[in-house]
């Protein structure tokens, strides 16, 4: 069953007025480059998860426009209309209004993007961001104590840029930091744990051969009072530095390929397969975790792989609702929309 039925939009990025209907399993839609297609994405994205991957409402609005509406029909006669008249938005589910997205209301989503391929060789905070996204939406619990621990964080280092500060001003931010950092490294740990179950499994079946992979978390998962003490330990470094220089806003993820760190060592394909096999991952793990099937969203995602990995991402997907977006229609699939 189809969760997205019918994305309506007005004045949104570049479409004055959008409709698209979603009636099959998967849809395609194929336009130019600049034709607004990531746009359509992103309103999705929007209605599901609460906010855009890409940009503000501010970016969002039409140029020249007063406000935007995307009104997005789901399952079950479901509405989600966001409104955002250039200073304020709102949230509209069957009626009942408020400024965010409920957090019952929100849905699954594995986005699939040309620059996720890059993931294994880009920075470690576009690692960071990449899973502490995935995270959050496994469970909401990770994404309170991430938001917590950054509050925290914030203030920490306000406190240690400041000339004067001495151990006992960064006590409570201390414990604070602690807290929620500790819980942070270990949903961290525990959800890398449940990939890495599957890792290999799911690439073999996509490469077709016994080479093995894994995910390191490159950090230190450690208790909240071994947590404090580090802080503690730590004070004269961080006054001089100006920073926290321990907790997981400084850690990264390692993809291992054969027992050797991926980066450098696996190829192009192999570093792709790895990629493909996580976003599989990614769909069954949100399904058992949230108990809602994630709707699957593939931006320009087809010109990136060879046939036999686009096969297998469509047959890996059948079961899951697709919105595909492509400059041009794989042969594979029958053209629903063009814009
Ligand atoms: N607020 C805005 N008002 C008007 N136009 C905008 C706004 N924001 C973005 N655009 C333009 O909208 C167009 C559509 O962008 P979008 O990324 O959705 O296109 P796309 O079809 O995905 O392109 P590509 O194939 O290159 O990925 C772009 O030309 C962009 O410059
Ligand atoms: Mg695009």
């Known amino acids: 069953m189809n969760i997205v039925e019918r994305v309506d939009l007005r004045n949104f990025r570049c479409h004055d007025e959008f409709l698209l209907d979603c009636p099959q399993a998967t849809t395609l839609i194929v336009g130019e480059n600049g034709s607004g297609k990531t746009s359509v994405l992103e309103a999705i994205y929007l209605a599901l998860r609460g906010k855009s991957f890409k940009g503000v409402d501010r970016e ?7 406000f935007y509406r ?3 029909s789901l399952a079950d006669s479901k509405k989600v209309i966001i409104r955002y008249d250039g200073s304020k938005k709102s949230f509209e589910i069957d009626g009942k209004k408020s400024l ?30 990449y899973f502490d996204e995935l995270f959050q939406q496994i469970s909401d619990l990770y994404g309170a104590a991430l938001a917590k621990y950054k509050k925290a964080l914030k203030q920490r280092n306000d406190l240690l840029k400041e000339e004067t500060v001495s151990a006992d001003d960064l006590f409570s931010w201390n414990v604070m930091c602690a807290h929620y950092g500790a819980e942070v490294l270990h949903r961290r740990v525990e959800n890398l744990a449940k990939i890495n179950e599957l890792l290999t499994e799911n690439y073999r079946s996509i490469a077709k051969n016994e080479d093995t992979c894994a995910l390191h978390y490159l950090g230190e998962e450690v208790d909240e009072n071994t947590y404090m003490q580090i802080l503690e330990r730590n004070f004269e470094r961080d006054v001089y530095l100006g ?11 390692e993809f291992v390929f054969n027992d050797k760190k991926a980066d450098g060592s696996a190829s192009r394909g192999e570093i ?30 087809f010109s990136e792989l060879d046939e ?26 029958a053209v629903n929309k063009e814009l």
């Open 60 to 66: 969002i609005l039409r140029r020249g426009a007063e």
């Open 70 to 72: 995307a009104e997005i």
């Open 272 to 301: 792709r397969s790895m990629i493909l096999a996580l976003k599989f991952i990614e769909a069954r793990i949100l399904e058992k975790e949230v108990g809602k099937r994630p709707v699957v969203l593939l931006d320009d995602i």
């Open 100 to 129: 965010r997205l409920p957090k019952r209301e929100r849905y699954p989503v594995v986005l699939f993007e040309p620059d996720d391929l890059y993931l294994v060789g880009s920075s470690p905070s576009r690692r960071r961001d």
């Open 243 to 253: 920073h926290s220089s321990f907790g997981p806003h400084r850690d990264d993820y």
């Open 308 to 333: 036999s990995r686009q096969r297998h991402l469509v047959d890996n997907f059948k079961d899951y609702q697709m919105i595909i977006t492509s400059t041009a229609a794989p042969d594979m699939m």
